[in-house]
């Protein structure tokens, strides 16, 4: 069977950018970053993806194309017996990183639904924040919204690579970046907003923390979806002509980019408004409708707002689901359409209870966590990190000289070149054995 192929680089990028930038540039890193103390947690954040961070990446396109496989089957060609359970391991983490992903995409549609209707539009903290954790801790509702979240990112799968995933990035990213400028200059024209601005651009090293680097970096490979053979997998669909290291760089540069806008355009207001910085997962959802309570055509702007976060997480979703859907054709000799189907049943029914964890299966703990939580926390703390130090030392140890070739053909060593193995050999496994340990 022939694999598809991207339409054109451009093509490729906005795909990859779009499994990228998602919840995790606009949901999670505005609430993350708060939470530890602001600037240093940027300047930390940055170094980590234009170090580590580049080299796993360029190290999964690298292996997806040099092996024209899956997450599991680039393993097993070119690593044979002894690594595909790395591969299979990553498809698993998106396996269940896509059930509690869906939940709070669902969150994202049911807002657009509390745009239209106008009740989110608000400026009164604790009418947001009622509504907010209302609305996630009902029994009924998040699993509707969870269903058509799961149900809108399987029709893309279906609509295949080309069709499906590259249209869907190549229109909705840029429109995604524009509304962000808007809302930012809106938010930053505040009264009080300057206080914010400040805390999250002034690094005080002080607060830098092992929490902190930990935080940092889970995000970090959170945010560039590494370490899961997404960039495995996408790296399979791209021609020998395309240079992985200007599509890399291009993909963390807009990555790195929407962080550095949802926070300029999270933080400023959350200060202007009085809300608490460390809310935590609420912060977005509660921030934002203040601010459009104060704009000109806000509820304009909220809908836009909500629909575009919703595109921002289904490019995100679509990649979690293809990763799996691909290992799964590929592997049980299965068609698209069937694989796609059992999968996003799977997922929708594991995030059932991790969407009744927040609300009536709240007493039920492991260690803890309710499910959400545990999800979140085993697959962002815990699988993650391991698959990403396999990933380092199979690219860097095991896998190097194809890995080079697909990166610098015609035996070319420069200097950058010797800086990614340097990384992917000594660096990432230091940094993120690091991760592991702490977290244990
Ligand atoms: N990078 C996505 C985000 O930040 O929202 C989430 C993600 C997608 C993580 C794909 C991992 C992944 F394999």
């Known amino acids: ?77 070119l690593g044979g017996r002894a690594w595909p359970w790395v591969g299979f391991t990553g498809v698993l983490v998106c396996f269940l990183i896509y059930s509690f992903y869906s939940v709070v995409g669902g969150w994202t549609i049911a807002y657009i639904g509390k745009s239209l ?25 998040p699993l509707i919204y969870h269903g058509l979240f799961a149900g809108l990112t399987l ?60 935080d940092a970096m889970g995000l970090a490979f959170f945010s560039l979806s590494l370490g899961m053979g997404v960039m495995i997998t996408y790296g399979s669909y791209v021609g020998r002509d395309t240079p992985l290291l200007g599509s890399s760089l291009w993909v963390i540069a807009l990555t790195v980019m929407t962080c550095f806008l949802a926070g300029l355009m999270v933080l400023p207001a ?16 509660i921030t934002m409708p203040a601010v459009f309570a104060q704009m000109a055509g806000g509820q304009l702007f909220a809908v836009l707002f909500f629909c575009l976060l919703l ?23 299965l068609p698209r359409r069937r694989a796609a189907l059992l999968v996003s049943a799977g997922v929708f029914l594991l995030g059932i209870p991790a969407s009744l964890s927040l609300g009536i299966w709240r007493e039920y703990t492991v260690f803890g966590k309710g499910v959400f939580d545990l999800l979140d926390y085993i697959t962002s703390n815990l699988l993650m990190p391991l698959g990403e130090v396999l990933l380092a030392v199979f690219v860097g140890w095991r896998v190097w000289p194809v890995v080079q070739g ?35």
């Not at 903290?125 to 801790?137: M, P, Q, R, S």
């Not at 970046?177 to 200059?185: A, D, E, P, Y």
């Open 1 to 77: 069977m022939s694999r598809s192929q991207w339409g054109s680089r451009l093509g490729f990028i906005l795909a990859a950018a779009g499994s990228a930038i998602g919840l995790g540039a606009i949901w999670k890193f505005p609430y993350v970053a708060a939470t530890n103390g602001g600037g240093a947690f940027l300047f930390i954040y940055l170094l980590i993806c234009m170090t580590v961070g580049l080299a796993l990446m360029l190290g999964e396109m690298a292996l997806g194309r040099a092996a024209n496989s899956n997450a599991v089957g680039s393993f097993r060609q």
């Open 155 to 214: 029709a893309v799968v279906l609509g295949g690579v080309q069709k499906g995933i590259e249209n869907l990035s190549k229109f909705l990213m840029p429109a995604l970046f524009v509304l962000m400028l808007v809302l930012i200059v809106r938010g930053l024209t505040l009264p009080g907003a300057m206080d914010g601005l400040l805390y999250f651009l002034t690094p005080d090293f002080g607060k830098v923390t092992g929490t902190m680097l930990v």
């Open 270 to 285: 959350v200060f202007a408004f009085g809300f608490d910085p460390s809310a935590g997962p609420g912060l977005t959802f």
């Open 117 to 141: 209707s106008g009740s989110i539009l608000t400026s009164d903290a604790k009418v947001l924040g009622d509504t907010f954790n209302g609305f996630i801790t009902d029994p009924v509702q």
């Open 406 to 440: 697909e990166l610098a053909p015609g035996g070319r060593n420069p200097l950058w070149l010797r800086a990614m193995r340097g990384f992917c050999r000594y660096l990432a496994p230091v940094l993120i054995l690091g991760i592991l340990v702490h977290n244990l």
């Open 311 to 333: 595109v921002a997480a289904l490019t995100s979703s679509v990649s979690l689901l293809e990763v799996v859907v691909s290992a799964v054709m590929d592997e049980f000799k």
